[in-house]
């Protein structure tokens, strides 16, 4: 440690540089005036260095490394380890983000972005086995689907089930 610095001053200075930190960037202050100055910051540089923990402390250390050093080149180191051990002191403190004790974990990942909506049915879809119509046999009599040794058969209802499936212009029985 250098000459001009104690022990004490040192960790009071990286003490009171957490304070002071963590004050500006995660606490909302008395009569909420930390709060208030966050939102004055806005989104630029200010309101960026004041979401920033470990960015904050640098600025914040400055004046307590000055202050606790003798030489120039000493606040200079001075300043980087008051930052340091302000930065150590957060990530030793708890986590807000933490979960408590029986309270769900919270995910990993980010909510997905796309979601599916349940499928509806279409109309233009043949409907179900369970809306009544059968899918075992076509039409009666033919289990191929070609014609059966006694005759033409019945051409299959209709998709709604109405009646034969008719092309436009067409006829029904398929001879042309």
Do not use: K
Not at 119 to 128: A, I, N, S
Not at 130 to 152: L, V
């Amino acid at each position: 440690m250098p000459a001009g610095v104690t022990a004490m001053g040192l960790v009071v200075a990286v003490l009171a540089t957490w304070r002071v930190t963590h004050l500006l960037q995660a606490e909302d202050g008395p009569w909420d005036l930390v709060v208030r100055l966050r939102r004055a910051a806005g989104d630029g540089f200010w309101g960026s260095l004041l979401d920033c923990f470990y960015c904050l402390s640098l600025w914040v250390a400055a004046p307590f490394a000055v202050l606790t050093g003798s030489a120039w080149l000493e606040r200079g180191m001075l300043w980087l380890a008051i930052s340091g051990g302000a930065c150590l002191l957060e990530r030793l403190g708890p986590n807000p983000r933490a979960t408590p004790e029986g309270a769900p974990a919270a995910p990993a990942a980010p909510a997905a972005l796309y979601f599916e909506d349940e499928e509806e049915t279409d109309g233009l879809l043949r409907p179900e086995a369970s809306a009544g119509i059968s899918t075992q046999e076509p039409f009666p009599g033919a289990s191929s689907g070609a014609p059966s040794a006694g005759g033409p058969t019945t051409p299959p209802p209709d998709r709604d089930g109405s009646g034969p499936d008719v092309p436009p212009g067409g006829s029904a029985g398929g001879a042309a």
